[in-house]
């Protein structure tokens, strides 16, 4: 999971919008020279970023307002979608089932992590770029195709994936991929602006200022986008990073606290509370508050989107797209 706050992100488009571009030109030439020039580039530059800002509050509240009308977040969502149903026809014992698998699978990927810390020295990488590349491609990689073979495997005894024929399996497959797009492009307005207000308040109650970039892989991805060795790195926290944390939080893990707990929404929010835990570790110590919110929110989005389409296409391609655009944010950034 990447992290970019809501200024960064407006300010790199305002930058890359061709009227932006043409206002900085002009304003440039009136300014006669080097810092005139600079001058009002910027400030045009700025007030297309405060005006995209305000743009992206009102998507986020008109999403938000979709959402509920669409009965997504309103209180007895999943029960009036007979959520009580599905549960009755899991199989007694099944939610322990769930449990192992999640905790089978955490404890590969800790294994396989303590593994490549031992093999890629023996390698001899270049450099730490290289370094990461080749212990994300002995643990992640193989993990990531573990997982979703073992949910293919186990995903009907849940209510999920698509019986009869490869067809129509792909179908469902795809129509879910499409509903996790459109869930996303709502979902992202009201993620930056929440973002953003816990940002704010972080700010003030600590004096620091939010980082742009609060993620270390993200940080090497843009301090080293010229090397070749950043596009596989690209590549896996892009695409097997999320196939592989979607299977274990929201298909094993949320699935069995869904059975435990007897409800959808306590379900989604305890994976997300270990979702949020478990990147403690990859964004450092005095960044991460500025990172909460931004995680728990599109973790209880991606949540909603499993048990809404009961299918891990959704979240998947949410978790893609959100690291994707992190990515290119960030590269257009530097």
């Known amino acids: 999971m990447l992290n970019l706050d809501l200024s960064t992100a407006m300010a790199v488009l305002a930058q ?9 030109g002009v304003a440039g030439q009136r300014g006669g020279g080097g810092t005139g020039g ?12 405060l005006a995209l800002q305000g743009g992206v ?7 938000a307002w979709m959402l509920w ?24 014992g099944d939610e322990l089932l769930w449990l192992g698998l999640a905790g089978g699978v955490f404890i590969c990927g800790m294994v396989l992590a303590l593994a490549s810390q031992v093999v890629v020295p023996m390698l001899r990488p270049a450099d730490d770029l290289q370094g990461l590349v080749m212990r994300l491609g002995l643990s992640t990689a193989p993990l990531a195709a573990g997982v979703l073979t073992l949910w293919v495997m ?11 024929q490869t067809a129509g399996a792909t179908s469902n497959a795809a129509r879910n991929a499409l509903r996790g797009l459109g869930l996303f492009a709502m979902t992202v307005p009201i993620l930056l602006v929440l973002g953003a207000a816990a940002s704010w308040m972080v700010s003030v109650a600590t004096g620091q200022a939010p980082p742009g970039i609060a993620h270390a892989t993200l940080s090497m991805i843009v301090t080293r986008r ?3 060795w950043v596009w596989a790195l690209v590549a896996m926290v892009v695409i097997a990073v999320p196939v592989m944390e979607e299977v274990l939080y ?4 949320q699935t069995a606290l869904v059975q435990l707990t007897g409800s959808t929404w306590m379900g989604i929010g305890i994976t997300s509370v270990a979702f949020v835990a478990v990147h403690f570790g990859s964004v450092p110590p005095a960044q991460f508050a500025f990172a909460i919110v931004p995680l728990g929110v599109l973790s209880v989005a991606m949540g909603i989107a499993m048990e809404r389409t009961r299918s891990l296409a959704a979240p998947i391609v949410m978790h893609v797209l959100f ?11 530097a």
């Open 226 to 228: 010229e090397d070749p």
């Open 57 to 63: 509050l009102v998507l986020a509240i008109v999403a």
């Open 38 to 49: 600079g001058g009002g580039a910027g400030g045009s530059v700025d007030v297309l970023s």
């Open 323 to 333: 690291n994707a655009s992190n990515v290119l944010v960030a590269m257009l950034s």
């Open 69 to 92: 009308k669409r009965d997504v977040l309103r209180p007895g969502s999943f029960t009036r979608l007979g959520r009580d149903e599905r549960r009755a026809t899991l199989m007694p």
């Open 154 to 164: 186990f995903a009907p005894r849940a209510g999920c994936g698509s019986g009869g």
């Open 16 to 24: 890359t919008l061709p009227t932006a571009g043409a206002e900085a």
């Open 250 to 253: 929201r298909g094993l893990l």
